[in-house]
């Protein structure tokens, strides 16, 4: 199938309309058009309904994005590949959340960089629920991801284990719900606390972002979860307190890839996170430390 159809299906997907899309992928919306016609022809399938709002998608649309964006990323990754430069053996592309790409990720480029000079790096930052689609689907070697969902054929090896703790800036080290900051640290993290807190359901302030919630509490105050690796200096320092009797909760990192693709290449890549790994857990005292 052209690539160019599957572009242009996943932009009219992402958009919602083919006006939007034509503007995107600067062509002229009849072209669009005949593009999502003669993919629909090629599938025998109708990908979108079509009204004045837009273009929605139908249910074997929703079933194509998937298989569309892994046509995409599948093709970028053989592009990429075969147009390695001179001195280059080989390429590999790795994914991580944001949350784990400084310093883990960032130390792991620059041991690749030193180690591994001869081969090529792409490096990626998206969403678990991507990450996974790309490295289930081809499109990445390798994802490194906290506590990470179970995918058929995909391994999931531990790299460091890392704890959520509960601190505050409350001198005495009392949590005050008026002034708790929810922080989004994944679906597991939010079913335990939902069990074990299930008055901080609706929180005042909730945050998605670590680094940000972090520094909105040391600047207002109040309560929240944290990496124990990042919370350490300003625990140390007195800024902040452990809530006493608050449970911990493990936020271990991994390091998910497919086993039948296992090759050399990624054989080092892991080595190298693990070693990285180590090295980061021992500077901290336990944990990897990362903005939060």
Request: aromatic fraction near 6%.
């Amino acid at each position: 199938m052209d690539i160019g159809l599957a572009r242009t299906f996943l932009e009219v997907a992402a958009t919602g309309s083919f006006v939007a899309a034509a503007e995107r992928l600067h062509l002229t919306q009849t072209a669009v058009s005949a593009r999502i016609r003669l993919l629909e022809d090629q599938l025998g399938r109708r990908l979108f309904v079509r009204n004045k709002a837009g273009a929605r998608l139908t249910a074997s649309g929703e079933r194509f994005v998937a298989h569309a964006t892994t046509l995409v990323q599948v093709w970028e990754r053989a592009r990429q590949h075969v147009a390695l430069p001179p001195g280059i053996e080989e390429g590999v592309s790795v994914g991580s959340e944001p949350s784990l790409w400084h310093p883990l990720l960032a130390d792991w480029l620059i041991w690749m960089h030193r180690v591994c000079p001869e081969i090529a790096l792409r490096a990626e930052v998206d969403s678990a629920q991507r990450l996974l689609d790309g490295v289930q689907g081809g499109a990445l070697d390798l994802a490194v991801l906290y506590n990470p969902p179970q995918r058929p054929g995909l391994v999931a090896e531990l790299l460091a284990e890392e704890r959520l703790v509960m601190v505050t800036t409350d001198p005495e080290g009392r949590l005050d719900r008026t002034r708790y900051v929810s922080v989004d640290w994944g679906p597991a993290f939010a079913a335990n606390h939902e069990a074990a807190f299930p008055e901080l359901a609706h929180a005042p302030v909730s945050i998605s972002l670590g680094p940000l919630a972090l520094t909105y509490l040391l600047a207002v105050g109040g309560a929240g979860y944290f990496r124990i690796g990042v919370a350490r200096p300003f625990l140390a320092d007195g800024r902040l307190r452990l809530v006493e009797g608050a449970p911990e909760f493990s936020h271990s990192a991994h390091a998910v890839y497919a086993p039948q693709r296992e090759n050399e290449t990624l054989a080092r890549v892991r080595a190298g996170l693990r070693l990285v790994a180590a090295e980061e857990e021992g500077r901290q005292g336990g944990g990897v430390h990362s903005p939060v």
